[in-house]
C-alpha cells in the first residue's frame, strides 16, 4: 500500500516569505499526485495536480505553484507568502479512475 | 458555488446506534462518491466510496448509499463506537485527464460526529 510522506508538520511563517513545501509517496509508481488546501471550518479544496513529472495543472489562480522533479515527489511553492495563505496543506496520491485517493498527514501553515 | 454540500455541521449519537451522515450535490456529471474520515491534526483516511451506475455499497459497519435522482449520498454506520468520532467528508469525482486517469475531488465541508458512550 502506498504511505505519503509530508514535513514539516507545522510551519509559521512571516508575510513576504517564500515557501517550499514537499511531498514523497512511497509504495507505487507513476502516480497522479494532488496539492489540496483546507481553510479554517472549509472542505478540502483542490490546488494542483499532476499526471507525471514536470506535468501541472492548476486549479485556482493563487500565490502558490507546483512542481513535480521525480515521480513520487511533489512541491508546493510561493516567493511571496499571503496572509491568505494561512491554512492545512495535504497531499494526496491517486492511482486511476474511480480508485480513491490517499492523503499524507499534511502541513499547518500559519502566516504571521 | 458549492457543488458538494454537507449541511449538517455536527451530529451526535448514543454508542451502539446507527449514525446516518448525508451529503448533497449539483453536479449530475459526478460519477464517483467517496467518504472519508479525518482526525484533528492528521490527512483524511478513505473510508468507502460507490459508483454511480451502483446505489449501494457495504463494508463491514460502513454502507453509502447513493440516490442519484435526488442528487443525494448517505453514508450509515451500524453500530458507532466511540472511535468513530471524527469529521467526516463527503467527495465526489469529476475525471480529468481522461488518458491518464487523473480525478479531481470536489470536497464537502464536513460532519463532525461525536459517538456518546
Known amino acids: 500500500s502506498q504511505t505519503i510522506h509530508q514535513w514539516p508538520a507545522t510551519l509559521v511563517q512571516p508575510v513576504g516569505s517564500p515557501l517550499s513545501l514537499e511531498c514523497t509517496v512511497e509504495?507505487?509508481?507513476?502516480?497522479?499526485l494532488y496539492w489540496y488546501r483546507q481553510a479554517a471550518g472549509r472542505g478540502l479544496q483542490l490546488l494542483f495536480y499532476s499526471v507525471g513529472i514536470g506535468q501541472i495543472s492548476s486549479e485556482v489562480p493563487q500565490n502558490l505553484s507546483a512542481s513535480r522533479p521525480q515521480d513520487r515527489q511533489f512541491i508546493l511553492s510561493s516567493k511571496k507568502l499571503l496572509l491568505s495563505d494561512s491554512g492545512f496543506y495535504l497531499c494526496?496520491?491517486?492511482?486511476?479512475?474511480?480508485?480513491?485517493?490517499?492523503f499524507g498527514d499534511g502541513t499547518r501553515l500559519s502566516i504571521l | 458555488d458549492q457543488q458538494v454540500k454537507q449541511n449538517s455541521p455536527s451530529l451526535s449519537v448514543q454508542e451502539g446506534r446507527i449514525s446516518i451522515l448525508n451529503c448533497d450535490y449539483t453536479?449530475?456529471?459526478?460519477?464517483?462518491f467517496l467518504w472519508y474520515k479525518k482526525y484533528p491534526a492528521e490527512g483524511p483516511t478513505f473510508l468507502i466510496s460507490i459508483s454511480s451506475i451502483k446505489d449501494k455499497n457495504e463494508d463491514g459497519r460502513f454502507t453509502v448509499f447513493l440516490n442519484k435522482s435526488a442528487k443525494h449520498l448517505s453514508l450509515h454506520i451500524v453500530p458507532s463506537q466511540p472511535g468513530d468520532s471524527a469529521v467526516y467528508f463527503c467527495?465526489?469525482?469529476?475525471?480529468?485527464?481522461?488518458?491518464?486517469?487523473?480525478?479531481?475531488?470536489?470536497f464537502g465541508q464536513g460532519t463532525r460526529l461525536t459517538i456518546n458512550p
Open positions: 453536479n449530475s456529471m459526478f460519477d464517483y
Open positions: 509504495g507505487t509508481s507513476n502516480p497522479n
Open positions: 467527495a465526489a469525482s469529476v475525471v480529468h485527464s481522461p488518458l491518464q486517469g487523473a480525478q479531481k475531488l470536489v
Open positions: 494526496a496520491s491517486g492511482t486511476g479512475f474511480y480508485q480513491p485517493q490517499h
